[in-house]
């Protein structure tokens, strides 16, 4: 899910011609938690979102839309740690 609002966000950003400098005037977040927000290294609370969202001028949902991507590829859910599968643990 980290990668997946990752994504959604710099692809928003990108399609607004915003650098992650100015979201980062405009949001009131660093320009490196946004950074490592896209790079899915951190995980935003829904407040993040409402204020990133309201920064780009979409809806916070526009952040954790599903983007097409291919699920298996990196957005499916990770296992728990300790291996297994998630009923395992």
Known sequence: MRRLVGRNLKR???AKDIRQEKLAELSGFGQQYISDIERGRR??????LFHLATALGVTPAD???????????????????????????
């Not at 995980?43 to 993040?48: E, L």
């Not at 839309?65 to 740690?81: E, H, I, S, Y």
């Open 12 to 14: 928003i950003r990108d």
């Open 43 to 48: 995980n935003p609370t829904v407040v993040t």
């Open 63 to 89: 952040l954790v839309a599903f983007d097409g991507g291919d699920p298996g590829d990196d957005v499916a859910p990770q296992r728990a740690r300790g291996g297994g599968t998630p009923k395992d643990n």
